[in-house]
């Protein structure tokens, strides 16, 4: 499968510990993003990169998160001291910007599902 | 920023009918507008995608229209089966790629 890979895709934490999540791009594609998904709505986004540069983050992603992609491969996606308004659907996506016509479009992953009780 | 507006979030239709569902756009700039499937429990997979120089674009039994003047795209399928079933996001950005802005979504329910 050539496809975004996200890990784990389930994770229950209790309230104040740290979770990881990771994304493994499709391999020739220089774009990741992490989106956020609540119950019932669409995805939101919260961070993007370009290689390994981060370029833009939302307003949604507190100090509490951060995001890295050493050497422009993989990214992992880190909350600090969750709080239940944390619990969504946590996806990845990529895309090969710059690329073909059609290499722009973003192409998601499975999704982490966080639960924090 | 750009604001996206779905219509309708429910949607029950016939096994063979069709359905069409419709979103709005805010920001003229945009020019990319991809609709995605989320089926439960799974990350939205990109059915079909339409770019503003052209006002309409067909897949089989999918097709996107867009009106640019109106700011308006619309998601048609045609002969429903069940396995269509899920729940439709639409989504628009603008040259550049660098975030894209969905709807609320509308759950497609195909009754056999």
């Known amino acids: 499968d050539t496809g975004v890979s996200q890990d784990p895709r389930h994770k229950i934490t209790k309230r104040g510990q740290n979770v990881t999540f990771r994304c493994d791009p499709i391999?020739?594609?220089?774009?990741l993003y992490w989106y956020r998904q609540t119950l019932g709505q669409g995805p939101e986004f919260l961070t993007y990169?370009?290689?390994?540069?981060?370029?833009?983050k939302s307003r949604l992603l507190s100090d509490r998160f951060s995001a890295e992609r050493p050497k422009g491969s993989f990214s992992t996606l880190e909350i600090q001291r969750t709080e239940q308004g944390d619990s969504a659907m946590y996806l990845c996506?990529?895309?090969?910007?710059?690329?073909?016509?059609?290499?722009?479009?973003?192409?998601f992953g499975e999704g982490s599902w966080l639960t924090v009780v | 920023g750009e604001n996206v507006e779905q219509h309708p979030s429910t949607l029950s239709v016939q096994e063979g009918d069709s359905a069409v569902i419709k979103c709005t756009y805010s920001?003229?700039?945009?020019?990319?507008f991809p609709w995605y499937k989320q089926e439960l429990g799974k990350g939205p997979q990109l059915i079909i995608d339409?770019?503003?120089?052209?006002g309409e674009k067909k897949d089989q039994r999918i097709a996107v229209t867009l009106n640019k003047t109106a700011k308006h795209f619309s998601l048609h399928i045609t002969e429903t089966q069940p396995e269509d079933s899920a729940v439709y996001f639409c989504?628009?950005?603008?040259?550049?790629?660098?975030?894209?802005?969905f709807g609320s979504g509308t759950k497609l329910n195909v009754k056999p």
């Open positions: 996506a990529s895309s090969d910007a710059g690329g073909t016509l059609s290499g722009n479009t973003i192409y």
């Open positions: 391999s020739e594609h220089n774009r």
């Open positions: 990169f370009q290689n390994e540069a981060q370029l833009e």
């Open positions: 920001d003229s700039a945009s020019n990319y």
């Open positions: 339409i770019r503003s120089n052209v």
């Open positions: 989504a628009a950005t603008h040259w550049g790629f660098n975030k894209f802005y």
